[in-house]
């Protein structure tokens, strides 16, 4: 091709704009091989060099606008048909519908391609063009213009006839959106058309200004895509609440999380993942989380059947609206206190449930007293095991479908802490210590050191929960004082090792009594090995010495006074009187003692000891016709000693009553019924015989030594009727209750004033509150006592109140 005038100084522009134009047409009808492209960049450079460059501009922005107009809109406008619309009257299957849309977007995306093929072509030739004349006049570039006119000619151009109203970018979007509604359904769908005409639309433009927020994509296809979802999603969440159980609606979201984030990637954008990702989870999470938790077959009916997937998948959904998981936090926290709390009712029930009746061969009356405590012993130490299991099974959920999920640790931490400490079950330290107690007296024996340290764990887990650890303290006190007198204890190694778990878990005010303890139990020790010695150098040559075993308490240290039976006698018990070989060895060592302790007194506590006495039974027949005596060594407990001593100085046949003994040993009443019971009506240790025979000890009953007692072995112990550690009756549960309130009266005022004294000046709530933190971990103290208790210090000088103040206040006064 050559042009006439091209290095003159003149330019033809009309005759040069129509071999440019004539070229222009060839590269779009893909004509092209024959062109010279370099001669094409002359022509145009010389006529932008002429000054011609804006009306060069605006031809090739007409010729564009014509061709697209003209040419390209004609071949789209023919393949809108009925069969692109689903709401279409016409019938149509999918299959045709699926087929239109496709053909559709693949001549909608040919024209897209096209065009932008030979508009880099063209953007080639015009090169000087767009570098001179478009940046000196702040011209857009021609091959942007072309797109506008792409975006003006072609998708907004306006649709009439059979495919409906509307212009061509609303239909694609909404082939586009039925495409993936179809795909949503099952169906399969040709992802790459639909990419390509995401492509065309992520490269297009509402405005020039050409900002990632004005794409076409954004402004047009997601806004309806995010609108129709979010119909879309709402009425499924709706339907699959109403028609399926909650693993399979938490299956189902997830999976359409996943297939949207999917579709995104493979099929539209990925700017649009977040956005769609919160619509889906707005819709069938967040806007639904609340019934989809209280469904019949939902967190409820998981956690009792142990659904461990399901249960990660409501975390997971929770876990994506809500980093508090508020909805499944509030039901797991439900779930755990009605569990908890029919423990606790079946605890309660357990222990007030009448005792079994006795059997048919079991002569005179029960002792339904005694089996009314065992039972609730027994209910005791169900309790406890039904909390740990309860314990472990919200355990194994929190780290296998809550994934160790802190914050809702410590709302099952708190729930537990909640039913455990519940004002309708007031005896949750009692029972933790029993346990404790039941485990150190025979549950560790044969254990291995690991699952030894397992049962102090779980011990220490529990402690953890309750709030009134000083009431805690006071029954362990109480548990672990007859574990050591009665050396019922397995391993003191063990017990040490409980004392510094607590020690390290409550501090070392709560275990100092507790160590005090073991070290009189140390001291008794060397004290008994003392005067052992000592009685060695007096040298007394008689051979029938008894043999004494002391242990010396420190009363402030000791629960003394819950060693009693429980019965109703005044605490200050009366002194048993001993027979004499036993009360000059109790005279030698309280002379020992004050030689080795000036100052102190010694008070005989006869209840709780024990001795071991040699009975020898008359001659006997044996099977080869000879008479043999019957020796027996006998573990009694002191009281047992004291009567059986009694019966040395009886003739045979002669006999005492109940009143007799009492008179002459000084015996409680209720001690003295349950040592009787043990050596006469026990069928193994009937060491005595009782008239009337019966289970029942009354003052008028007669006692004789039984000659012709039998036992199968020689040393026997002769177990005392008694509760043991038992749980405390009502009675006594009140009792323990007021001793630990007035010993909270102290620690609150201790508290009030310790911090009176650092602040000098404080306001009454400030006080209160302060009071509370400091108590909180020993009790929880009742905002009332602390008044009271405020008021007491008032009216002895160690407070005032400070007058004119706007609040009530305070000053310590000094």
């Known amino acids: 091709m050559s042009i006439q005038g091209l290095h003159g100084d003149e330019v033809d522009f009309e005759n040069t704009w129509a071999q440019i134009a004539s070229a222009f047409r060839e590269i779009h009808t893909k004509n092209a091989s024959k062109l010279s492209y370099e001669e094409l960049y002359r022509h145009c450079y010389r006529v932008v060099l002429k000054k011609k460059g804006e009306e060069l501009y605006k031809r090739v922005q007409n010729f564009e606008h014509e061709w697209l107009s003209n040419e390209v809109r004609s071949s789209i406008l023919l393949l809108v048909t009925p069969q692109l619309s689903s709401h279409d009257m016409v019938a149509t299957t999918a299959t045709e519908q699926r087929t239109a849309r496709e053909k559709f977007m693949k001549g909608l995306n040919a024209a897209w ?16 063009m767009d570098r001179v004349y478009c940046t000196d006049h702040r011209q857009i570039s021609i091959y942007t213009a072309a797109m506008f006119l792409f975006r003006d000619d072609i998708l907004c151009a306006p649709i009439t006839g059979g495919g409906g109203t509307g212009h061509v970018l609303g239909l694609l979007n909404q082939v586009i959106l039925d495409q993936i509604q179809m795909e949503r359904a099952g169906d399969v769908i040709d992802k790459y058309i639909i990419k390509s005409s995401v492509y ?21 296809f997601e806004v309806q895509y995010l609108d129709t979802s979010r119909e879309f999603y709402k009425r499924e969440a709706e339907l699959m609440l109403r028609d399926s159980d909650a693993g399979a609606y938490c299956r189902h979201t997830t999976r359409r999380i996943y297939e949207e984030e999917d579709r995104c990637k493979s099929t539209l954008s990925e700017i649009t993942m977040p956005k769609i990702k919160k619509v889906v989870e707005d819709e069938l999470i967040k806007n639904r989380i609340e019934e989809l938790v209280g469904m019949e077959s939902g967190v409820r009916f998981m956690i009792d059947n142990d659904r461990m997937d399901e249960l990660n998948l409501i975390f997971d959904l929770n876990s994506r609206v809500d980093d508090k998981k508020s909805e499944l936090t509030k039901a797991l ?5 009605e569990m908890g709390t029919d423990v606790n009712s079946a605890a309660i029930a357990a222990s007030q449930a009448p005792a079994p009746a006795p059997e048919a061969s079991e002569k005179g009356k029960g002792a339904p007293a005694e089996r009314t405590l065992n039972q609730q012993t027994v209910a005791a130490l169900k309790w406890v095991e039904e909390v740990l299991q309860l314990k472990d099974k919200f355990d194994r959920i929190w780290r296998e479908s809550f994934e160790s999920d802190h914050p809702l640790q410590t709302a099952l ?93 409550l501090g070392n005010n709560f275990t100092l009594k507790l160590e005090a303890m073991f070290k009189d139990m140390t001291i008794s020790e060397e004290l008994t090995a003392g005067f052992k010695t000592h009685v060695h150098q007096l040298g007394d040559p008689d051979p029938k010495r008894i043999e004494l075993s002391i ?10 006074e819950s060693m009693g039976n429980g019965d109703s006698e005044d605490t200050k018990r009366p002194q048993c009187i001993f027979p004499t070989a036993v009360d000059r060895i109790k005279q030698g060592f309280e002379k020992y003692y004050n030689t080795k302790h000036s100052g102190r007194q010694l008070t005989w506590l006869a209840n709780m000891g024990s001795a071991d006495i040699k009975a020898t039974f008359p001659k006997v027949p044996q099977k080869d016709g000879s008479f043999k005596e019957r020796r027996h060594e006998l573990n009694v407990s002191t009281y047992g000693m004291v009567i059986l001593l009694l019966f040395n100085d009886l003739s045979a046949g002669e006999s005492m009553t109940f009143e007799e003994i009492q008179a002459r040993t000084n015996i409680p009443n209720s001690d003295l019924i349950r ?16 008239e009337p025979m ?57 508290a009030v004033v310790r911090i009176m004294k650092q602040r000098k000046e404080l306001s009454h709530q400030q006080l209160v509150a302060e009071t509370l933190t400091q108590l909180q971990g020993q009790f929880k103290p009742e905002v009332p006592m602390i008044k009271k208790r405020i008021e007491s210090l008032i009216e002895r000088e160690y407070l005032e109140r400070i007058e004119g103040a706007k609040v009530d206040s305070y000053r310590y006064l000094a």
């Open 113 to 128: 391609r096209d065009h932008q093929t030979c508009m880099a072509m063209l953007a080639d030739v015009l090169m000087y």
């Open 675 to 690: 040592n009787l019971q043990s050596l006469a009506v026990a069928p193994k240790t009937r060491i005595l015989l009782k």
């Open 333 to 337: 926290q439900k779930r755990v206190v």
């Open 200 to 220: 065309m639309l992520e490269h297009l433009y509402e405005d020039e200004s050409e900002s990632e927020d004005k794409r076409l994509y954004v402004r047009s």
């Open 551 to 560: 242990n010396v308490l420190t009363s402030m240290t000791w629960p003394l």
């Open 413 to 505: 931490t708190q729930s537990f802490s909640d039913f455990i400490n519940s004002p309708t079950f007031p005896r949750s330290s009692e029972y933790i210590s029993l346990f404790i107690d039941e485990n150190m007296k025979k549950g560790i024996k044969g254990k291995t050191e690991s699952e030894i340290d397992m049962v102090l764990e779980k011990a220490i887990v529990l402690l953890r929960y309750i709030q009134d650890k000083d009431l805690f303290e006071r029954y362990y006190k109480k548990h672990l004082c007859r574990r050591l007198l009665m050396n019922k204890s397995i391993s003191n190694d063990v017990e040490k090792q409980m004392i510094s778990r607590m020690k390290m878990e």
């Open 694 to 750: 019966s289970k029942d000890v009354k003052p008028t009953d007669r006692f004789f030594f039984n000659e012709g007692f039998q036992g199968k072995f020689i040393r026997i112990k002769v177990g005392v009727v008694s509760s043991g550690n038992k749980v405390e009756s009502d009675r006594e549960r009140r009792e323990t209750e007021k001793k630990n309130d007035d010993s909270r009266a102290f620690c609150i005022e201790a």
